[in-house]
Protein backbone atom coordinates (compact mmCIF):
# COMPACT_ATOMS: atom_id res chain seq x y z
CA UNK A 1 0.00 0.00 0.00
CA UNK A 2 2.41 2.46 0.68
CA UNK A 3 0.41 5.23 2.74
CA UNK A 4 1.08 7.50 4.82
CA UNK A 5 -0.78 10.21 6.22
CA UNK A 6 0.30 14.23 6.11
CA UNK A 7 -1.25 16.55 9.01
CA UNK A 8 -3.21 19.80 7.84
CA UNK A 9 -1.55 22.49 6.66
CA UNK A 10 1.87 22.22 5.32
CA UNK A 11 2.87 19.70 7.65
CA UNK A 12 6.71 18.19 5.64
CA UNK A 13 6.53 15.13 7.87
CA UNK A 14 4.95 11.85 6.43
CA UNK A 15 3.64 9.45 9.29
CA UNK A 16 2.87 5.89 8.42
CA UNK A 17 -0.20 4.13 9.68
CA UNK A 18 -0.28 1.91 12.54
CA UNK A 19 0.98 -1.54 12.18
CA UNK A 20 -3.04 -2.69 12.09
CA UNK A 21 -4.01 -0.36 9.34
CA UNK A 22 -1.17 -1.90 7.47
CA UNK A 23 -1.59 -4.78 8.06
CA UNK A 24 -0.06 -7.15 4.99
CA UNK A 25 2.00 -3.99 3.27
CA UNK A 26 5.31 -5.10 2.73
CA UNK A 27 7.41 -2.61 4.07
CA UNK A 28 6.12 -4.05 7.50
CA UNK A 29 6.69 -7.30 9.00
CA UNK A 30 4.10 -8.80 11.76
CA UNK A 31 4.46 -12.06 14.06
CA UNK A 32 1.21 -12.74 13.24
CA UNK A 33 0.70 -14.98 10.02
CA UNK A 34 -2.59 -13.71 9.17
CA UNK A 35 -1.23 -10.68 7.85
CA UNK A 36 1.70 -12.80 5.92
CA UNK A 37 0.61 -11.96 2.04
CA UNK A 38 -0.75 -14.73 0.18
CA UNK A 39 1.76 -17.13 -1.24
CA UNK A 40 0.94 -17.31 -5.17
CA UNK A 41 -1.21 -20.63 -5.93
CA UNK A 42 -1.18 -22.74 -9.24
CA UNK A 43 -4.65 -21.86 -11.69
CA UNK A 44 -5.74 -22.85 -14.67
CA UNK A 45 -4.62 -20.51 -17.24
CA UNK A 46 -7.36 -18.46 -18.45
CA UNK A 47 -5.76 -15.51 -20.25
CA UNK A 48 -2.31 -15.20 -21.93
CA UNK A 49 -0.58 -12.40 -20.53
CA UNK A 50 2.93 -11.01 -21.92
CA UNK A 51 5.50 -7.89 -21.63
CA UNK A 52 4.88 -6.40 -25.12
CA UNK A 53 7.47 -3.52 -24.87
CA UNK A 54 9.12 -1.94 -21.52
CA UNK A 55 10.62 2.00 -22.01
CA UNK A 56 12.85 2.98 -18.98
CA UNK A 57 11.35 6.62 -18.70
CA UNK A 58 13.06 8.03 -14.96
CA UNK A 59 13.50 7.22 -11.78
CA UNK A 60 11.41 6.32 -9.14
CA UNK A 61 7.69 5.91 -8.55
CA UNK A 62 5.13 6.30 -5.81
CA UNK A 63 1.52 7.39 -5.48
CA UNK A 64 1.54 10.43 -7.07
CA UNK A 65 2.80 9.30 -10.30
CA UNK A 66 0.87 7.21 -12.82
CA UNK A 67 0.76 7.06 -16.79
CA UNK A 68 -1.82 9.21 -18.77
CA UNK A 69 -2.89 8.24 -22.55
CA UNK A 70 -3.74 10.21 -25.32
CA UNK A 71 -4.94 8.72 -28.09
CA UNK A 72 -1.97 6.42 -29.31
CA UNK A 73 0.53 8.10 -27.07
CA UNK A 74 0.83 7.85 -23.39
CA UNK A 75 2.60 10.88 -20.88
CA UNK A 76 4.57 9.58 -17.64
CA UNK A 77 6.67 11.47 -15.42
CA UNK A 78 8.94 9.91 -12.18
CA UNK A 79 10.38 11.80 -9.15
CA UNK A 80 13.37 12.21 -10.18
CA UNK A 81 12.24 14.82 -12.64
CA UNK A 82 11.86 13.11 -15.68
CA UNK A 83 8.76 13.89 -18.03
CA UNK A 84 8.13 11.05 -20.90
CA UNK A 85 6.14 10.87 -24.53
CA UNK A 86 6.02 7.34 -24.92
CA UNK A 87 4.46 5.36 -28.01
CA UNK A 88 1.27 3.71 -26.87
CA UNK A 89 2.06 0.78 -29.85
CA UNK A 90 5.82 0.54 -29.79
CA UNK A 91 6.78 1.87 -26.58
CA UNK A 92 9.43 4.24 -28.59
CA UNK A 93 10.22 7.28 -26.68
CA UNK A 94 8.90 10.14 -28.66
CA UNK A 95 10.58 13.03 -26.70
CA UNK A 96 12.18 12.97 -22.98
CA UNK A 97 12.70 16.32 -20.89
CA UNK A 98 13.86 17.46 -17.40
CA UNK A 99 11.54 19.29 -14.99
CA UNK A 100 15.07 20.21 -13.51
CA UNK A 101 13.75 19.72 -10.01
CA UNK A 102 12.16 16.69 -8.00
CA UNK A 103 8.61 16.17 -9.01
CA UNK A 104 5.88 14.81 -6.37
CA UNK A 105 3.08 14.19 -8.98
CA UNK A 106 2.42 13.95 -12.57
CA UNK A 107 1.20 13.65 -15.03
CA UNK A 108 -1.80 15.33 -16.40
CA UNK A 109 -2.04 15.73 -20.15
CA UNK A 110 -4.54 16.08 -22.95
CA UNK A 111 -2.03 15.71 -25.71
CA UNK A 112 -1.22 18.81 -25.89
CA UNK A 113 -0.02 20.61 -22.55
CA UNK A 114 1.66 18.12 -19.86
CA UNK A 115 2.06 18.97 -16.47
CA UNK A 116 3.71 17.78 -13.33
CA UNK A 117 4.05 19.69 -10.13
CA UNK A 118 7.36 19.87 -7.91
CA UNK A 119 7.18 19.16 -3.85
CA UNK A 120 7.19 22.92 -3.08
CA UNK A 121 4.12 23.38 -5.03
CA UNK A 122 5.52 24.38 -8.28
CA UNK A 123 3.63 23.32 -11.19
CA UNK A 124 5.41 23.31 -14.60
CA UNK A 125 3.65 22.80 -18.21
CA UNK A 126 5.71 21.31 -21.14
CA UNK A 127 3.84 21.30 -25.19
CA UNK A 128 4.08 18.93 -26.80
CA UNK A 129 7.71 18.67 -28.56
CA UNK A 130 8.87 18.45 -24.74
CA UNK A 131 9.78 22.08 -24.38
CA UNK A 132 8.91 23.90 -21.22
CA UNK A 133 6.26 26.28 -21.37
CA UNK A 134 5.57 27.80 -18.46
CA UNK A 135 6.07 27.70 -14.23
CA UNK A 136 3.61 28.46 -11.71
CA UNK A 137 2.88 28.07 -7.95
CA UNK A 138 0.18 26.41 -6.11
CA UNK A 139 -0.80 27.43 -2.77
CA UNK A 140 1.35 24.38 -1.23
CA UNK A 141 2.34 20.87 -1.78
CA UNK A 142 0.79 19.05 -4.84
CA UNK A 143 0.53 15.01 -4.66
CA UNK A 144 -1.96 14.37 -6.98
CA UNK A 145 -1.39 14.33 -10.48
CA UNK A 146 -2.78 17.88 -12.38
CA UNK A 147 -5.77 17.28 -14.33
CA UNK A 148 -5.28 18.95 -17.80
CA UNK A 149 -8.23 19.82 -20.73
CA UNK A 150 -10.68 22.82 -21.21
CA UNK A 151 -8.05 24.78 -21.29
CA UNK A 152 -7.06 24.52 -17.74
CA UNK A 153 -4.20 22.84 -15.43
CA UNK A 154 -6.06 22.13 -12.13
CA UNK A 155 -4.32 20.83 -9.20
CA UNK A 156 -5.01 19.74 -5.55
CA UNK A 157 -2.85 20.83 -2.80
CA UNK A 158 -2.02 19.70 0.24
CA UNK A 159 -4.50 22.15 2.29
CA UNK A 160 -7.05 21.18 0.11
CA UNK A 161 -7.50 23.76 -2.24
CA UNK A 162 -8.11 22.92 -5.89
CA UNK A 163 -6.54 25.88 -8.26
CA UNK A 164 -7.09 26.03 -12.14
CA UNK A 165 -4.20 27.46 -14.10
CA UNK A 166 -4.59 28.78 -17.55
CA UNK A 167 -2.86 26.03 -20.03
CA UNK A 168 -0.90 28.21 -21.84
CA UNK A 169 0.33 31.06 -19.82
CA UNK A 170 0.22 29.47 -16.31
CA UNK A 171 -2.30 32.66 -14.61
CA UNK A 172 -4.02 31.26 -11.45
CA UNK A 173 -7.84 31.53 -12.75
CA UNK A 174 -10.17 30.40 -9.80
CA UNK A 175 -9.91 28.22 -6.49
CA UNK A 176 -11.64 26.55 -4.22
CA UNK A 177 -11.22 25.01 -0.95
CA UNK A 178 -13.29 23.17 1.22
CA UNK A 179 -12.83 22.82 5.25
CA UNK A 180 -10.68 19.09 5.87
CA UNK A 181 -9.69 16.97 8.38
CA UNK A 182 -6.36 17.03 10.76
CA UNK A 183 -5.18 14.31 8.98
CA UNK A 184 -5.38 12.95 5.37
CA UNK A 185 -3.41 10.11 3.61
CA UNK A 186 -0.87 10.38 0.64
CA UNK A 187 -2.21 7.52 -1.52
CA UNK A 188 -3.19 7.09 -4.87
CA UNK A 189 -5.74 9.93 -5.99
CA UNK A 190 -6.56 11.21 -9.43
CA UNK A 191 -8.90 14.13 -10.76
CA UNK A 192 -11.02 14.01 -14.28
CA UNK A 193 -11.99 16.44 -16.33
CA UNK A 194 -15.53 15.57 -18.19
CA UNK A 195 -17.65 17.69 -20.30
CA UNK A 196 -16.15 21.01 -18.95
CA UNK A 197 -16.74 19.86 -15.12
CA UNK A 198 -13.63 19.14 -13.16
CA UNK A 199 -14.45 16.19 -10.71
CA UNK A 200 -12.54 15.44 -7.38
CA UNK A 201 -12.91 13.64 -4.63
CA UNK A 202 -11.65 15.11 -1.17
CA UNK A 203 -10.31 14.47 2.34
CA UNK A 204 -13.65 15.24 3.62
CA UNK A 205 -15.24 11.55 1.95
CA UNK A 206 -17.02 13.93 -0.51
CA UNK A 207 -17.09 14.27 -4.21
CA UNK A 208 -16.89 17.89 -5.45
CA UNK A 209 -18.03 18.88 -9.21
CA UNK A 210 -16.04 22.52 -10.69
CA UNK A 211 -17.29 24.04 -14.09
CA UNK A 212 -13.82 24.23 -15.25
CA UNK A 213 -13.54 27.49 -16.68
CA UNK A 214 -15.28 29.71 -14.13
CA UNK A 215 -14.83 27.74 -10.88
CA UNK A 216 -18.17 27.93 -10.44
CA UNK A 217 -19.31 24.49 -7.71
CA UNK A 218 -22.03 22.74 -9.71
CA UNK A 219 -22.66 19.57 -7.38
CA UNK A 220 -21.06 17.82 -3.93
CA UNK A 221 -22.00 14.56 -3.00
CA UNK A 222 -20.98 12.33 0.44
CA UNK A 223 -19.51 8.98 -0.10
CA UNK A 224 -18.55 8.86 3.52
CA UNK A 225 -18.70 10.16 6.53
CA UNK A 226 -15.74 10.63 9.11
CA UNK A 227 -16.69 8.20 12.49
CA UNK A 228 -14.14 7.88 15.54
CA UNK A 229 -12.97 9.41 18.75
CA UNK A 230 -9.23 10.50 16.95
CA UNK A 231 -7.71 11.81 14.52
CA UNK A 232 -6.70 8.62 12.94
CA UNK A 233 -10.42 7.01 13.16
CA UNK A 234 -11.86 9.89 11.77
CA UNK A 235 -9.77 9.79 8.30
CA UNK A 236 -12.37 9.08 5.82
CA UNK A 237 -10.55 10.19 2.47
CA UNK A 238 -11.65 9.63 -1.29
CA UNK A 239 -9.13 7.85 -2.83
CA UNK A 240 -8.42 6.50 -6.40
CA UNK A 241 -10.00 8.06 -9.46
CA UNK A 242 -13.57 8.90 -9.80
CA UNK A 243 -15.42 6.39 -11.81
CA UNK A 244 -18.27 6.88 -14.96
CA UNK A 245 -20.69 4.91 -16.40
CA UNK A 246 -23.26 6.82 -18.44
CA UNK A 247 -24.83 8.78 -16.29
CA UNK A 248 -23.49 6.72 -12.94
CA UNK A 249 -20.66 8.86 -11.12
CA UNK A 250 -18.80 6.41 -8.65
CA UNK A 251 -15.65 6.37 -5.67
CA UNK A 252 -14.84 4.19 -2.50
CA UNK A 253 -12.81 6.28 0.48
CA UNK A 254 -10.58 4.72 3.18
CA UNK A 255 -12.76 3.91 6.20
CA UNK A 256 -15.90 4.40 4.83
CA UNK A 257 -18.07 3.62 1.72
CA UNK A 258 -18.36 2.73 -2.09
CA UNK A 259 -21.08 4.70 -3.41
CA UNK A 260 -22.44 5.48 -6.72
CA UNK A 261 -24.53 8.60 -7.66
CA UNK A 262 -26.88 9.10 -10.74
CA UNK A 263 -25.98 12.23 -12.17
CA UNK A 264 -28.81 12.38 -14.35
CA UNK A 265 -30.72 13.07 -11.15
CA UNK A 266 -28.98 15.79 -9.68
CA UNK A 267 -26.74 13.97 -8.22
CA UNK A 268 -28.85 11.65 -6.30
CA UNK A 269 -27.35 8.71 -4.21
CA UNK A 270 -28.08 5.68 -6.31
CA UNK A 271 -26.54 3.09 -3.69
CA UNK A 272 -23.57 2.84 -1.31
CA UNK A 273 -22.14 -0.26 0.42
CA UNK A 274 -19.84 -0.14 3.66
CA UNK A 275 -16.26 -0.39 2.22
CA UNK A 276 -12.41 0.42 3.05
CA UNK A 277 -10.21 0.91 -0.05
CA UNK A 278 -6.79 2.40 -0.02
CA UNK A 279 -6.20 2.65 -3.72
CA UNK A 280 -9.70 3.29 -5.19
CA UNK A 281 -11.94 1.29 -8.16
CA UNK A 282 -12.76 0.55 -11.39
CA UNK A 283 -16.30 -0.50 -13.11
CA UNK A 284 -17.38 -1.64 -16.68
CA UNK A 285 -20.96 -1.56 -17.76
CA UNK A 286 -21.95 -3.92 -15.35
CA UNK A 287 -19.87 -4.08 -12.05
CA UNK A 288 -17.53 -2.03 -9.80
CA UNK A 289 -14.96 -3.69 -8.30
CA UNK A 290 -12.25 -2.67 -5.79
CA UNK A 291 -9.76 -4.66 -3.16
CA UNK A 292 -10.21 -3.82 0.69
CA UNK A 293 -7.23 -2.80 2.88
CA UNK A 294 -6.49 -6.39 3.22
CA UNK A 295 -6.29 -7.06 -0.54
CA UNK A 296 -9.48 -8.63 -0.77
CA UNK A 297 -10.83 -7.89 -4.72
CA UNK A 298 -14.72 -7.39 -4.44
CA UNK A 299 -17.18 -6.97 -7.32
CA UNK A 300 -20.93 -5.50 -7.00
CA UNK A 301 -22.99 -4.61 -9.66
CA UNK A 302 -23.00 -1.01 -10.63
CA UNK A 303 -27.06 -0.72 -10.76
CA UNK A 304 -27.99 -1.55 -6.99
CA UNK A 305 -24.69 -2.54 -5.66
CA UNK A 306 -25.19 -5.87 -4.16
CA UNK A 307 -21.97 -7.61 -3.94
CA UNK A 308 -21.12 -10.40 -6.78
CA UNK A 309 -18.24 -11.81 -5.67
CA UNK A 310 -15.05 -11.66 -3.80
CA UNK A 311 -11.57 -13.23 -4.20
CA UNK A 312 -9.21 -13.59 -0.88
CA UNK A 313 -6.31 -15.76 -3.18
CA UNK A 314 -4.18 -12.24 -3.26
CA UNK A 315 -4.74 -11.35 0.11
CA UNK A 316 -1.86 -9.21 1.94
CA UNK A 317 -0.37 -8.89 -1.07
CA UNK A 318 -0.80 -4.89 -1.14
CA UNK A 319 -2.52 -4.50 -4.67
CA UNK A 320 -2.55 -1.72 -6.80
CA UNK A 321 -5.30 0.11 -8.00
CA UNK A 322 -7.50 -2.38 -10.99
CA UNK A 323 -7.76 -1.80 -14.41
CA UNK A 324 -10.54 -3.30 -16.71
CA UNK A 325 -9.00 -5.01 -19.78
CA UNK A 326 -12.11 -7.19 -22.34
CA UNK A 327 -10.04 -10.37 -20.71
CA UNK A 328 -10.81 -9.86 -17.16
CA UNK A 329 -9.41 -7.15 -13.98
CA UNK A 330 -5.82 -6.51 -13.65
CA UNK A 331 -4.12 -5.41 -10.48
CA UNK A 332 -0.54 -5.47 -9.48
CA UNK A 333 1.07 -6.82 -6.16
CA UNK A 334 4.18 -6.08 -3.54
CA UNK A 335 6.19 -8.27 -5.70
CA UNK A 336 6.06 -6.61 -9.21
CA UNK A 337 3.27 -9.41 -10.22
CA UNK A 338 0.32 -8.28 -12.47
CA UNK A 339 -2.39 -10.53 -11.93
CA UNK A 340 -6.00 -11.21 -13.90
CA UNK A 341 -8.88 -12.11 -12.23
CA UNK A 342 -12.49 -13.07 -14.33
CA UNK A 343 -15.05 -10.23 -14.25
CA UNK A 344 -17.70 -13.27 -13.96
CA UNK A 345 -16.30 -14.67 -10.31
CA UNK A 346 -13.38 -13.47 -9.64
CA UNK A 347 -11.38 -16.95 -10.17
CA UNK A 348 -7.72 -15.96 -11.41
CA UNK A 349 -7.17 -16.14 -15.48
CA UNK A 350 -3.05 -15.75 -15.17
CA UNK A 351 0.16 -13.23 -13.86
CA UNK A 352 3.09 -11.76 -15.63
CA UNK A 353 5.67 -10.30 -13.40
CA UNK A 354 7.16 -6.94 -14.98
CA UNK A 355 9.93 -6.44 -11.96
CA UNK A 356 10.47 -3.29 -10.51
CA UNK A 357 9.60 -4.00 -7.02
CA UNK A 358 5.91 -2.90 -5.49
CA UNK A 359 3.77 -1.86 -8.01
CA UNK A 360 1.94 1.80 -6.59
CA UNK A 361 0.63 3.33 -9.11
CA UNK A 362 -2.59 2.08 -10.11
CA UNK A 363 -2.57 0.26 -13.44
CA UNK A 364 -4.06 1.79 -16.49
CA UNK A 365 -5.98 -0.07 -19.36
CA UNK A 366 -5.65 0.85 -22.54
CA UNK A 367 -6.77 -0.68 -26.74
CA UNK A 368 -3.80 -2.40 -26.32
CA UNK A 369 -3.25 -3.59 -22.99
CA UNK A 370 -2.71 -2.61 -19.51
CA UNK A 371 0.00 0.05 -18.75
CA UNK A 372 2.27 -0.43 -15.74
CA UNK A 373 4.46 2.23 -13.87
CA UNK A 374 6.84 0.50 -11.85
CA UNK A 375 8.69 1.50 -8.50
CA UNK A 376 12.22 1.36 -10.52
CA UNK A 377 11.20 4.28 -13.45
CA UNK A 378 9.97 1.72 -15.84
CA UNK A 379 6.64 1.86 -18.21
CA UNK A 380 6.00 -1.26 -19.17
CA UNK A 381 2.63 -2.10 -21.49
CA UNK A 382 1.33 -6.11 -21.04
CA UNK A 383 -0.63 -7.83 -24.23
CA UNK A 384 -3.66 -9.88 -22.85
CA UNK A 385 -5.41 -12.23 -25.03
Not at 58 to 86: D, H, L, R
Not at 131 to 156: C, D, L, M, T
Not at 241 to 262: E, H, I, K, N
Amino acid sequence: MQISITRRVLCSSMMVLGAAVLAGCSMFSSPNPRFDPAPLTEYAPGVSASVSWSANIGSGGGSGFAPQVVGESVYAATPNGSVTKVDLATGAIRWQASAGTALSAGVGSDGQITAVAAPDGTVIAFDDQGAEKWRAKASSEVNIPPAVGSGVVVVRSSDYRIQALDANTGEVLWNVQRPGPALALKANMRMILIEGLLISGLPNGKFIAIDARSGSVQWEGTISVSKGATDLERISDVVGQPQTQGALLCGVSYQGRMACFDVSQGGRLLWQQPFSSTTGMTTDSQQAYASNQRSVVYAFALGDGHELWKQDALRNRALSGPAVVPQGLAVGDLEGYVHFLSRTDGHLLGRVQVGGGAIVSPLTATTRGVLVQTGNGSLVLIGVN
